[in-house]
């Protein structure tokens, strides 16, 4: 059974930091390209950030020199440190894995994020 496991969302201040875990069980994970996308209420889920299974990375533009996604293969998990947030971060984050290839596409149940004070 594939299961993909998100973990570290929270309340945090503007300015400050979270860094969320995604730990998947099920799959072949090194093969896999993994992602970070969120969606705040009333709006579209969009990308946050993207990672191959070579290690290149992809951001969207409004996260771009304040968020990092990496990956852990030998522990199947997939981090996205997020530093100065703003209140405009506040989401729930889903993490994805998907191999192209033979069409695997997988979401995990999300974590919420507020950026409030």
């Known amino acids: 059974q594939v299961r993909l496991r998100e973990s570290g969302g929270g309340l945090v201040q503007p300015g400050g930091s979270l860094r969320l875990s995604c730990a998947a069980s099920?799959?072949?994970?090194?093969?896999?390209?993994m992602g970070w996308y969120r969606q705040a209420p009333g709006k579209q889920r969009e990308l946050v950030a993207t990672i191959t299974s070579g290690g290149n990375t992809n951001y969207a533009r409004s996260v771009k020199g304040r968020f990092t996604i990496s990956r852990v293969n030998a522990k199947n998990t997939v981090y996205l440190q997020m530093n100065s947030l703003k209140p405009e971060d506040t989401a729930v984050y889903y993490c994805?894995?998907?191999?192209?290839?033979?069409?695997?596409?997988?979401w995990g149940q999300g974590t919420q994020v507020t950026v409030s004070s």
């Open positions: 994805r894995g998907q191999w192209q290839d033979l069409g695997y596409d997988y």
């Open positions: 099920g799959i072949s994970f090194s093969f896999y390209s």
